[in-house]
């Protein structure tokens, strides 16, 4: 069972522009959501993250907005450059169940310069 | 780099066969998190280890096991090979396992190829 759900599965953005990733999730006891960002040949590695009391998080580039009675949340990357080109995962996870991660399918993003 | 290291980077084998990779955390990390990434499955948590007891189970075959040893670092053993097994392999790493927030820090994973 798909607890995450992620969309869409890529994107082509052009340089300069925004790309935008959405989830959305089912288990509701979830209280953790991080977004990874993955280069070919590298493992996952934390972007920014958000906890369910805070609507938007904005770091640098990139900002989270969070949506609980909708069950959703998504990552907008402002001012794409080519090398935010990777795989974006979102995930969540529970404390009380020892912060295992469950992720989305992923999101292969491609900026064109 | 994380601070996470795996060995070995590649691992070319035969079905029926039994593998050990192996995941040293961060230095100060106590909790180590095994992940298992395939084409049609995605990322998957498989087990997670703190401070050498085995603390929460995924999707994990019984064909595999793993354990976290007194120096932290942890070994996830795979045995009777499929060729569905051939996969990347991910270890992380966090300091604890609660509260809230908790980052975990991803290696660079085993790339494992099952012939």
């Known amino acids: 069972q798909q607890q995450v759900k992620q969309s869409p599965q890529s994107l082509i953005v052009q340089k300069g522009g925004i790309s935008i990733i959405n989830c959305a999730y089912e288990n509701t006891a979830f209280d953790y959501f991080p977004w990874y960002q993955q280069f070919p040949g590298k493992g996952p590695a934390l972007l920014i993250a958000?906890?369910?009391?805070?609507s938007e998080k904005k770091e640098g580039r990139f900002t989270i907005s969070f949506n609980k009675s909708a069950k959703q949340f998504s990552l907008h990357i402002m001012d794409s450059q080519p090398g935010d080109s990777a795989t974006y995962f979102c995930?969540?996870?529970?404390?009380?169940?020892?912060?295992?991660?469950?992720f989305g399918g992923g999101t292969r993003v491609l900026v064109k310069p | 780099d994380s601070g996470v290291t795996q060995t070995p980077k590649h691992l070319i084998t035969a079905t029926g066969q039994r593998v050990t990779l192996r995941c040293s955390p961060r230095?100060?990390?106590?909790?180590v998190y095994w992940y298992q990434q395939s084409l049609d499955q995605g990322l998957q948590f498989l087990i997670q280890y703190y401070n050498g007891e085995e603390r929460a189970k995924g999707n994990i075959l019984e064909r595999f096991s793993a354990q976290q040893f007194p120096d932290l670092h942890s070994e996830l053993n795979l045995s009777s090979l499929e060729l569905g097994d051939s996969a990347l392999y991910f270890c992380?790493?966090?300091?604890?396992?609660?509260?809230?927030?908790?980052?975990?820090?991803f290696g660079p994973g085993t790339r494992l190829l099952v012939l």
């Open positions: 958000i906890r369910p009391d805070v």
């Open positions: 995930a969540a996870s529970m404390s009380a169940a020892g912060n295992k991660l469950t």
């Open positions: 230095s100060g990390d106590l909790s």
């Open positions: 992380a790493s966090s300091l604890l396992d609660r509260p809230w927030g908790e980052t975990q820090y």
